[in-house]
């Protein structure tokens, strides 16, 4: 039943397009006012213009009634009131709870470690008392890299 209203559909659409396609745009009246040749068609003058408007009107209702209905079908399907679907592509599977695999012993994959490892112990730098004019010590958890440069004698002023 769905596969034909499937099939139906995409016919619908499809002569919705090749009728749309048909019909004139609102700028060909004034084309027919210098000799179009409207009269010699097979409809007559204006009946044309009355059959590919009614035939589109009604396969547009057709195209919206099939396409709410199968929204609604589709909507049912899924909450389940007709019942499980087992040719549908996501079908819900019940879920079972697992116990965990047990190691095998493989020596190509390590363990995970299973709690935390300690914090490191806090260094604390004594606090000694600087005396006038010394010069502070850098703090004993950074690596000296470079000793400073000796301070150079100023000349006296005046000079």
Do not use: C, D, H
Not at 31 to 52: C, D, I, K, P, W
Not at 58 to 71: D, G, N, P, T, V
């Amino acid at each position: 039943m769905l596969l034909l209203l499937n099939v139906i559909y995409v016919l619908i659409a499809i002569a919705m397009i090749v009728l749309i396609l048909m019909q004139r745009g609102a700028g060909a009246q004034a084309g027919s006012g210098f000799g179009g040749g409207a009269s010699a068609t097979v409809f007559g003058s204006r009946g044309s213009a009355n059959f590919l408007s009614k035939a589109t009107k009604w396969l547009a209702i057709a195209f919206f009634a099939i396409s709410l209905f199968m929204a609604w079908q589709a909507t049912r399907r899924a909450t389940g009131e007709t019942g499980p679907s087992t040719s549908g592509v996501m079908a819900e599977v019940p879920a079972v709870p697992t116990a965990p695999a047990p190691s095998t012993g493989n020596a190509a994959v390590p363990a995970a470690p299973t709690q935390a490892p300690a914090p490191a112990p806090a260094t604390t730098v004594p606090q000694v008392p600087a005396e006038q004019g010394a010069v502070p010590a850098p703090p004993a958890t950074a690596p000296a890299t470079q000793s400073p440069e000796p301070a150079k004698p100023q000349p006296p002023a005046g000079g």
